[in-house]
């Protein structure tokens, strides 16, 4: 049941949208992400197709990504995503020098929108980049929506056109990609509440798409890099996620996005 809903709502998607094309790929990109590892499960596939045609794509992490579950202290935590982070962007074909850490504290990033800003805004003014992906701006996480008016307030002030994509992650923490997390009738009655509410403004939204099959791989190879984050034991689990349903949305060959003007 679950995996026929998957495939007629991504059917349904692609029918709707739009995929990027030959043009939309050339754009030199700015990626943003509110901790490391968005930028490879939503923007992974994107990004490896881009470096293959030579495009300039810079990644900007702006939280430190410290407060995910794990055995290590929250600083430990945050230097080795950063160096999972640099990792996995070496294997989509992006060097360090592309990369940007902004290090606000996982999880408090909606405190720190005003400072988030100016250091966006001056990307933004160095960086010749006319594409922008972001986070969905309802993805349901607080850092996610943050990044998402961080990079809009900082836009508006900067003199270049953007063309902004934003794209899901916790998104697809609904059914049918995911499960309630208890049996209990009310929980399981309010999530399939917000998944049919998600599932109509993903319909209505995700208007984007790019075929990421070329790129797969790539994909795969560079989310191994987040060790801290998808090997079970070593912290989230992300893999384990909803018996890995979660982290396998990822890997469709499809990622979605949604056009939107400010
Ligand atoms: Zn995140």
Known sequence: MEKLAQSFYQRAL????????????????LVFAPHPDDDVLAVGGTIALKR??????????????????????????ARRRHREALAALKTLGVVAGQARFLDFEDGQ???HERA????????????????LFVPLP???????????????????????RHQVLAYPVWFWEHWPWSAPC???????????????????RGLRTLDRW???????????????CHVSQVVPGEGTGLAGLDGGRFLARFFTGREHFSQRSW
């Open 52 to 77: 293959q045609r030579g495009v300039e794509v810079g990644v900007v992490y702006l939280t430190d990504g410290r407060r995910a579950p794990s055995s290590l202290t929250p600083s430990r935590l």
């Open 14 to 29: 692609e029918l709707r949208g739009k995929p990027l094309d030959a043009a939309d790929l050339q754009r030199p990109a």
């Open 116 to 131: 988030a800003q100016g250091q966006v805004a001056e990307i933004l003014d160095r960086q010749a980049a006319d594409q």
């Open 210 to 224: 790019t075929d990421v099959g070329a790129a797969l791989e790539q994909k795969r190879a560079a989310l191994a």
């Open 182 to 200: 208890s049996g209990n009738d009310a929980v399981a009655s309010a999530f399939f509440r917000h998944s049919a509410r998600a599932w109509l």
């Open 138 to 160: 309802w993805d349901g996480h607080r850092d996610h929506e943050a990044a998402f008016r961080i990079v809009r307030a900082a836009a508006r002030s900067c003199q270049r």
């Open 109 to 111: 990033l909606a405190q």
